[in-house]
């Protein structure tokens, strides 16, 4: 992590205010931020989220998944809980871009589930990668996490890039009818945890 790089600024939000921090991984340009609540030296296990860009999701309020409900849900609950980091990684799509999740989506249309839609396109399920995000929390003094989570690949990237996930949070939101096929694929073929 090269500290020249990393941009620092407060964000106030509506759930509270947070240190906002700015990456970029120099190997491959990666963008990721971290938004941080209280002074995390004053906690061993702090609640953190790694929350997948989803513009769709996060933006523009669609039904089609439950991203926007699971990063307002993550912000209110850590800032609650008096110290956390939520990352933002900016891997839309699980990885494969925004107009190739519009790509998916299109597909999905046409009876295909997220993971099919995905293959279809000539792309792995999830190419989501957590190792920088790893790295940005151990730049911010964060080995041991309480992980906001229902994906059991996040705990082992965290894991496997040396950073401990001492308990694993459940990220519960109240689904839309647009997205149980969604979610029932995301547990049946995926193994998130809901
Ligand atoms: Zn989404």
Do not use: W
């Not at 991203?67 to 699980?94: H, K, N, P, T, W």
């Not at 190739?100 to 299109?106: C, I, P, S």
């Not at 890039?161 to 949070?169: I, L």
């Amino acid at each position: 992590m090269n500290e020249e790089t990393i941009v620092r600024a407060k964000l106030p939000t509506r759930y509270g205010d947070f240190d906002l921090y700015g990456f970029e991984n120099e190997a491959d340009g990666e963008q990721a931020v971290a938004l941080v609540r209280g002074d995390l030296d004053s906690v061993s296990a702090p609640l953190v989220r790694i929350h997948s860009q989803c513009f769709t999701g996060d933006t523009l309020h669609s039904l089609r998944c439950d991203c926007g409900d699971q990063l307002e849900q993550a912000l209110s609950l850590i800032s609650a809980s008096g110290f956390g980091v939520l990352i933002y990684q900016m891997q839309e799509g699980r990885g494969i871009g925004l107009i190739n999740k519009l790509r998916a989506y299109q597909l999905q249309d046409q009876g295909a589930d997220t993971v099919d839609a995905n293959l279809q396109l000539g792309f792995e399920a999830d190419l989501r990668s957590y190792q920088f995000c790893a790295e940005i929390l151990k730049f911010l003094g964060v080995e041991s996490v309480r992980l906001l989570s229902n994906n059991p690949d996040k705990i082992r990237g965290l894991e496997d890039a040396g950073v401990h996930v001492v308990e694993r949070v459940p990220s519960l939101v109240e689904s839309s009818q647009f997205c149980r096929d969604y979610m029932q694929t995301k547990k049946e073929k995926m193994g998130h945890l809901l």
